[in-house]
């Protein structure tokens, strides 16, 4: 396998593999192809980072977290780490003013007359409710960028042990 790269699934992977090649030039490292058996272990290594930084408060979306390498052609691996769940990219670019839209999220009543907000009024101690809501959003937590960043120098290292592993067999 001559030409085989990783691939991942977050807002800019070209950006990150360009990273990863510049690191390998400024390291002086001159290869033709990244190895496969480090496209595999690169893959879960990088899972492994991403579960490390997201959010854990019912682990449904640590769980849904899956890696995979495929064989695209006899020459080309592609390794892929995302997650099926839809709210997974809120939970990585946030919504509302800290999403990528910058504006709140406004709730207005369809079917019923107004919401209950889970609001009580100070004085009275009787809910509140409302015929709209302005909701400011949920802030980014960046699972996928923050583990990409902490799995670059471990992927060089991975790349680096790889190519040593060859060049022994070979």
């Known amino acids: 396998m001559s030409d085989t790269q990783i691939q991942i ?19 002086g490292k001159k290869i033709a192809s990244v ?3 480090a496209i ?40 892929k780490v995302g997650s099926p769940l839809p709210y997974a990219r809120f939970i990585e670019e946030g919504t509302g003013v800290f999403g990528p839209k910058r504006r709140p999220i406004l709730v207005i009543v369809k079917n ?10 100070e004085k009275t101690g009787r809910p509140i409710f409302r015929r709209r809501v302005l909701i400011q959003g949920v802030k980014p937590q960046r699972m996928f960028a923050k583990g990409a960043a902490d799995f670059t120098p471990k992927y060089l290292e991975i ?12």
Not at 14 to 20: D, G, H, R, Y
Not at 61 to 70: D, I
Not at 112 to 121: I, R, S, T, V
Request: hydrophobic content about 40%; charged content about 30%; glycine content about 4%.
């Open 40 to 79: 595999r272990r690169g893959t879960f290594a990088l899972l492994a980072a991403i579960q490390r930084h997201t959010p854990k408060k019912t682990s449904t979306l640590v769980r849904s977290l899956t890696g995979e390498v495929r064989e695209v052609s006899p020459t080309h691996l592609e390794g």
């Open 159 to 170: 790349i680096d042990q790889e190519l040593k592993k060859e060049a022994v067999t070979k």
């Open 112 to 121: 019923k007359k107004a919401l209950n907000w889970g609001a009580f009024d």
């Open 9 to 27: 699934q977050f807002k800019d992977a070209n950006k990150f593999l360009a990273e990863v090649m510049m690191m390998l030039r400024a390291q």
């Open 35 to 37: 190895p496969p058996r």
